[in-house]
């Protein structure tokens, strides 16, 4: 609030009326008020002292001139009670209480005489507060004016007194020896009571001819010191607006060669997007009112033939009635519509168009036309379906491979047959995976072979690879059965994927191109001699004994790559079967995913922990459970590899 009444005060054109204002209402209504009151107490001051000298020079000649001369008549006496006796002259002091109740009675003003020590006839007065303080004041202030401002009746009353003081030897001797007398030792200069004078205090002005003229100067100087400040202001103004004027023709000359120049530019924009772009205009029904040579040479019609049509002379039969609905809905809402749209040439052949169509809207914000600008598409969209068609080739031929790839993993039959029991988790990121798992009977039905094996990438690549390992895996097998005195070795056989894979691709040479092969594990199931032999790159095995959880740790070496060691052996660990045994195989699919609220990887770690606290439960629980941590720890992160687990339990 004070903010804005200075922000006021300080504008240069209401600012001084609100000051003058302000200074005058202040004249008005406090100043001319105080002065005008003081001026009358003044005044009734002065009138009251020039009132009391008048009657005590009556008194005085009174006393000289009638009293003196008739106290020695016998038949004439001088009392108070002269109104009751006929032959009896008031007394001097008896006449100014007489003469103050004419006074009173008969003008504005009040007069009254009093003393705190009353002869008997006015011994019953009760002097009031002002009274009482004059007598006291004044005893000891003759030569001083008592005053004092006072409401009587609800008016406002100003109250004058004056000591009256013995100053005649004759009047303290009367005072003295009267029998009545209520004082006996009066002497000169003592005070014998009051003259009070009062008078109401008017609610007019009163001012003297100084204060008026003092007023009129006011006046006269804030009227002079307003019109010098406006006719300032007002020279001054002028040569603002003069200033502005220039300036605002230079801005209106600046902004009309701008606009000049931007007409310019937007007919050089509108040369460039009729040059790039097909551009039709409509009015807010959908009739064309403008259309490029663009538009017409795709479209195959003349520009006559275009004007006043709507676009229904270039849709498509092909396109879906839906399309174009929510397309007028968008553009009637006001709305930037986007989409490819097909159309039709006039001689029936398709094509097809980048289309934004934005409503133009006027002053009111509404719709007055529609602008489209389209860009041609077509060989786009025709490369588009041909791609659609080899991608549909393509992925056809890639799920027959995975058809083709799934007959090379183990046969469900022959897992049921071998161990008690058995689970199998095998998920490749594609539609074919880089992971393959194999389960082979050898020479009796007491032993088997079983790998595990994650080759180099996933997808097409390493569903290949796969392919190789599978044909290797059949030779190694051929020749296992062949020879019923060869002793299996998971780590040999290791070795012998690796110099294979190496000596096919040519990794044996510095020159090869390719680099691939696998990490991975074999595991060698023998019944009779209730054994399992375990080697495995890079992979490690987890089995449960005897409610013990081990863990067999894989050789830091894979198998195949351009820099495996051909000659590198293999580690090979032996299982004894001499209880219940549970044996995990997995790639590392499972522990890379990433995942958890941090995205991090799965983990081997926790992957450990998750089989040792399910490990002695029913193996088909064990899968569903291992599907259930993966999936929630995976949540919305996309899969990036394969995933192959494998459980088999022995109980021999």
Known sequence: MVIKFGKVVINPIIGPIVIFSSFILALSFIYMPQISTQNQKDSIEKDAR???????????????????KVSHLDDLTINFDHKEKSKTIPLPAT??????????????????????????????????????????????????????????????????????????????????????????????????????VNREIQKSFMLSANQVSYLLFVLVAILIF???????????????????????????????????????????????????AIVSKTDEQGRITYANEAFCKIS??????????????????????????????????????????????????????????????????????????????????????????????????????????NTFMAEEQALEKYFDEYFTIWEPKDIVGGDIYLFEELRTEDEALLMVIDCTGHGVHGAFVTMIIKAIERHIVARINSDPSEVVSPANLLGVLNRSIKHLLKQDRDTSLSNVGFDGTILYFNKKEKIVKCASARNEILYTQDNDFHRIKGDRHSVGYRDSDSNYQFSETVVEL??????????????????????????????????????FDPLNEQKDEFLHRLKRYQDNCDRLDDITLIAVKMDI
């Not at 000298?53 to 003196?68: A, D, E, G, P, Q």
């Not at 009637?332 to 934004?356: C, D, H, L, W």
């Open 95 to 196: 006449t100014i209480h007489n003469l103050s109740e004419i006074f009173t009675k008969d003008s504005e003003m009040g007069f009254s005489f009093y003393s705190d020590y009353p002869f008997p006839n006015r011994a019953n007065r009760v002097l009031d507060q002002f009274q009482k303080d004059s007598i006291n004041y004044l005893r000891n202030n003759p030569n001083k004016v008592y005053t004092k401002e006072e409401s009587i009746d609800g008016k406002k009353v100003y109250r004058v007194a004056v000591a009256d003081v013995f100053h005649s030897q004759a009047c303290v001797s009367c005072h003295n020896y009267r029998a009545d007398t209520p004082k006996n030792d009066w002497k000169l200069g003592d005070v014998r009571g009051v003259f009070e």
């Open 300 to 405: 195959g019609y003349e520009i006559e033939e275009l004007l006043g049509k709507s676009h229904n002379i270039v849709r498509s039969p092909d396109v879906d009635p839906s399309f174009y609905k929510n397309m007028w809905e968008t553009i009637q809402s006001k709305e930037v519509f986007k989409g490819t749209i097909q159309n039709r040439s006039k001689e029936g052949e398709p094509y097809y168009v980048a289309t934004t169509i934005v409503p133009i809207l006027d002053s009111d914000n509404e719709i007055t036309e529609y602008l489209s600008l389209r860009y041609n598409l077509t060989d786009l969209e025709i490369a588009k379906k041909r791609l659609e068609t080899v991608n549909k080739n393509l992925k056809d031929s890639i799920e027959y491979a995975s058809l083709i790839q």
């Open 578 to 615: 001499s209880s219940p045994t549970t044996l995990y195989v997995a790639t590392d699919g499972y522990f890379d995913q990433i995942g958890g609220s941090k995205k991090r990887s799965f983990g081997r770690r926790r992957f450990r922990e998750l089989a040792q606290s399910i490990a």
């Open 50 to 68: 020039s009132l009391i000298s008048h009657l005590k020079s009556f008194r005085t000649y009174y006393t000289n001139s009638v009293v003196k």
């Open 226 to 276: 307003a019109l010098m400040h406006y006719s300032v202001m007002y020279i001054r103004r002028g040569r603002e607006l003069k200033t502005q004027a220039n300036s605002l023709e230079q801005e209106v000359n600046s902004r009309t060669k701008d606009l000049m120049q931007s007409n310019k530019m937007l007919l050089e924009y509108k040369k460039a997007v009729d040059a790039s």
